[in-house]
């Protein structure tokens, strides 16, 4: 038990999202938008919004990037 704590911790420090953007090839689906307003927005095209703490919404960005159509959603 105290080993599944400890990876789970290491993990989350590993996988802290600092940066979030959209490489070129977005079709303005609107799912990530759906997935995580707090992060995505949609102007002519999704856009990401500045000066969000990202690793509050890691788990919705992860999501959003995994269930984007055209896999343009980056982070890191
Ligand atoms: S999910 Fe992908 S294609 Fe759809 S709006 Fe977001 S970035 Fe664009």
Redesign the pocket.
């Known amino acids: 038990m105290a080993q599944i704590l400890k990876n789970n911790y290491l993990n989350h420090t590993i996988m802290a999202i600092k940066k979030v953007e959209?490489i070129e090839?977005?079709?303005?689906?609107?799912?990530?938008?759906d997935?995580c307003p707090e992060v995505?927005e949609?102007e002519d095209?999704?856009t990401v919004i500045e000066g969000v703490n990202y690793s509050d919404y890691e788990e919705k960005i992860k999501e959003?990037a995994e269930?984007?159509?055209?896999?343009?959603?980056k982070y890191e």
Not at 67 to 73: A, D, G, H, L
């Open positions: 959209i090839g977005c079709i303005a689906c609107g799912l990530c938008v997935t995505f949609m095209l999704a959003a269930s984007c159509p055209v896999e343009v959603i």
